[in-house]
């Protein structure tokens, strides 16, 4: 082999390497695509109970700032129903059935039966639903205003005041997973039928501009009866 044979074959085996372990480079693994900030789990909500004995204002409100029902209808014995708008358009409607030996509570929703409310003799327990579906379970508390809606077993609502606390109103999370205005529809009249059972007391003038009730002044003792 001469010395040009010998250089050339030299330069193809240092290019074939060079090939080789250039193609053999490890590669960087690819960017993994970011994950979006998380969301919290619950929306949440604030309810005023007695807006729907009184009508005018708003009875739920989406916290911070998103949609309001208004009570266009308030609830009266002589007419037992309660109409909810939001904006201009009726959204939902509460109703008392008149049924022999029983009360019957009536949820719609945008014009669609959507649940029953068949409260518990005396308002101690909590009322049964009745729907469509057949797997929604109420828990809780009438007379303390905590409530829980259950699907099959799993939480999807629960409310209390101690939830967005505010005067005379009632705190209400519901799974961001769920549409939210039928769930708080069957929420509002759990809390209309929590106020006819069981009045909330009127707030006074403290705890109306948002304050805390001043405490209560103590009796004084009265003064010994003097002995003969």
Known sequence: MDADSFLLLGAIVLVATMAVGFLGWPKPPPEKPKRPEPASRWAVFRLHPKILLEGGGTAAERLPDGPRLSAVVPY????????????????????????????????????????????????????????????????????????????????????????????????????????????LAVILAVALLAELEHPSRPAGPTEAAGGQAPAAVPRSAPAPIPMP
Do not use: C, Q
Request: charged share 30%.
């Open 76 to 183: 009266r014995t002589a007419r037992p129903r309660v109409a909810l708008v939001e904006g201009k358009s009726s959204r939902i409607l509460i109703r008392r059935l008149w049924r022999p030996g029983r009360r019957v509570f009536r949820v719609e929703f945008d014009r669609r039966r959507l649940a029953e409310l068949r409260p518990a003799k005396g308002g101690k327990a909590m009322p049964a639903i009745v729907t469509p579906g057949g797997n929604l379970s109420l828990h809780g508390s009438l007379r303390e205003r905590e409530f829980e809606l259950r699907r099959a077993g799993k939480l999807i609502a629960s409310s209390s005041p101690g939830i967005a606390p505010g005067p005379g109103s009632l705190g209400l999370e519901i799974l961001a997973a769920e549409d939210p205005l039928p769930v």
